[in-house]
């Protein structure tokens, strides 16, 4: 793919709020590149599009507060089952949901950590996708540069510890590169072979993110990866899930 890239943070940004313009904060603080990839935190994007909840307003129902007990707010857990069409495990008070998107993931993407202020939680974008899509728009018509541009979450892994950023919205980038067919140095023809390229740049610029820092922005440089993937692409469907019960 390259000989290397970089991988920059974006500083400076203000805390966000419903109906900034992202772009516009994003060109004021960077000077893009053609082949850039931004990749932007799913907080940054979900507050300028309004998807904050105020726990004030929610009650919860009886099935919230059986999974909350006493460990955890009901409220919250309200708005977990709200946001899944379908909990696929849950621990009290844990839930792993199913998300509109397809997603798979704790919590069903609703998170309170950098919420924008106390008794709010963040959802996911309602369409990650467009949401990307209308990002890198607005960074070409601002900069004239032809980017690339990708939201990202953190997920935890199935078998494996801790979080990593992934793609849960992606345009004008590649999402998957699939290498069935090509041959390896000796040889082998490859059958199975599919790169997830969008996630390992989510992942990378998830390094210069921080949770703590407030930096929801970055620059990938140096990469070829430009094309039209969509992070649905990234979503195994349901019948070729062999972990689905």
Request: charged residues 30%.
């Amino acid at each position: 793919m390259t000989s290397g890239f970089s991988v920059l943070p974006v500083e400076g940004l203000p805390e966000l709020r419903e109906g900034d313009d992202l772009a516009a904060l994003v060109a004021d603080r960077v000077e893009l590149r053609d082949g850039d990839v931004v990749v932007v935190a799913q907080k940054a994007v979900s507050k300028v599009e309004g998807r904050v909840v105020a726990l004030d307003g929610i009650e919860p129902s009886a099935r919230a507060r059986e999974i909350a007990g006493a460990e955890t707010d009901p409220r919250r857990i309200e708005v977990i089952l709200r946001e899944a069409t379908e909990l696929v495990r849950v621990r009290p008070p844990l839930v792993i949901a199913r998300t509109r998107h397809g997603f798979v993931c704790g919590s069903a993407g609703v998170d309170a950590s950098n919420a924008p202020e106390r008794d709010t939680v963040v959802l996911l974008p309602l369409d990650p996708d467009a949401s990307a899509a209308a990002l890198r728009e607005g960074l070409r018509a601002r900069t004239g540069a032809e980017v690339g541009v990708i939201v990202t979450d953190s997920f935890g892994r199935p078998w494996r510890a801790g979080t990593t950023d992934v793609a849960i919205g992606v345009a004008g980038v590649e999402a998957i590169r699939d290498l069935a067919g090509e041959r390896d140095p000796v040889g082998y023809e490859l059958h199975a072979t599919r790169i997830a390229i969008a996630d390992e740049i989510a992942g990378a610029a998830q390094l210069v993110f921080g949770k703590l820092d407030r930096v929801p922005v970055a620059v990938v440089r140096g990469l070829d990866v430009l094309g039209d993937g969509r992070a649905v692409d990234l979503v195994i469907p349901p019948d070729r899930d062999l972990f689905r019960a």
